[in-house]
């Protein structure tokens, strides 16, 4: 779908087109606790923000007939544009949130993986909510955007913030993380994506299956990895490597079972570590510097084993008015 004119007003002028860069995410550490008896799961999550971005616009829509959603980029076909999208209900609850109408067109231009595990829609819905609090005027204060980014999803807060940061609760309770240096990424991904919730059910299916239990009484209560903070506090690529776990891989494994030859293309190309991306299916290789990591995707993009492979940076910062 092509980008709709939304140049009518120059920056700047009141109901000027408001564009946000917000980016993707990688998950060094994710601990799941056992399942609440909320459907939700506690959870120890480092993020580190990468600079992969998606773009979200917003620009004045006639009263009474926002929002509206368009979108462009890899994979558009997969993304929805009703009132499913997490940037239309991003919309809905800033504007509800301070008693006006939402009346916005909303362009998405996608760059992060759709339903890769690297939080493309928590993303959209972060970009959203501050490009309507800028166009609108409204002036949400930090602490209030936070919590309406907490109702609309686990991973939209640190969408919001960037850098790196350990969600507890949901994921949605942030404490910032200190990052002393930058790590270099390659990410293959997939064919095709993967349901957060239908890997979470597949995590709960096989901790049942192996007889531990998959109840909060069953999964020792998740905690962040000190040798995992202190590598990012050092910015230690090879202990960061030693350190990186997804508790959610093995179900992400054994939905899409192909993901297992792309993890060992990786390792075998010279990655320093390879695991799942969040709920996946998008597979992360974390590598020594740059030439490793564009060496890295280089193999994985000839090894037939992913649709393609990117290369990225981290920390990178949070949601962020262009």
């Known amino acids: 779908m092509s980008t709709p004119d939304m140049s009518a007003a ?42 992969l971005y998606d773009e979200i616009t917003a620009a004045p ?27 239309v209900r991003a919309a809905y609850a800033l504007a509800l949130h301070h008693g006006r109408s939402p009346d916005v067109r909303l362009h998405i231009a996608k760059d992060i993986p759709v339903a890769g595990g690297m939080a493309g829609g928590s993303a ?63 990410f293959a991904v997939a064919e095709g994506g993967l349901s957060t919730p239908a890997v979470y059910r597949e995590c709960d299916r096989l901790r049942e299956r192996h007889g531990a239990g998959a109840g909060v009484a069953d999964v020792p209560a998740p905690e962040p990895s000190a040798a995992l903070l202190d590598a990012l506090r050092a910015g230690d690529a090879d202990a960061l490597a030693a350190a990186l776990t997804n508790d959610l891989q093995p179900a992400a494994l054994s939905l899409l079972p192909s993901l297992a030859d792309t993890l060992k293309v990786g390792t075998a190309a010279g990655a320093l570590a390879a695991l799942v991306s969040g709920s996946g299916p998008t597979c992360a290789f974390l590598a020594a510097d740059a030439a490793s990591a564009t060496a890295v995707a280089r193999e994985l993009r000839l090894s037939g084993t992913c649709r393609t492979a990117r290369t990225a940076t981290g920390p990178a910062p949070g949601a962020m008015v262009r």
Not at 21 to 41: E, I, M, S, Y
Not at 155 to 180: C, I, K, Q
């Open 10 to 51: 120059a920056p700047g002028t009141p109901g000027a087109p408001v564009t946000v860069r917000v980016p993707a995410k990688v998950n060094a550490q994710l601990t799941v606790g056992g399942l609440r008896p909320d459907g939700f799961h506690d959870l120890a999550n480092v993020f580190l923000a990468v600079d």
């Open 61 to 87: 829509a006639p009263e009474g007939e926002g929002p509206l959603l368009t979108c462009s980029g890899p994979d558009v076909d997969q993304v929805p544009l009703d009132h499913t999208n997490l940037a």
């Open 124 to 186: 959209d819905a972060a970009g959203a909510l501050l490009a309507c609090d800028t166009l609108w005027g409204t002036r949400t204060p930090r602490e209030e955007l936070l919590a309406i980014c907490a109702g609309l999803g686990s991973d939209v807060p640190f969408s919001m913030t960037g850098g790196a940061a350990l969600g507890r609760g949901r994921g949605e309770v942030l404490t910032p993380l200190e990052v002393g240096g930058t790590f270099h990424w390659a």
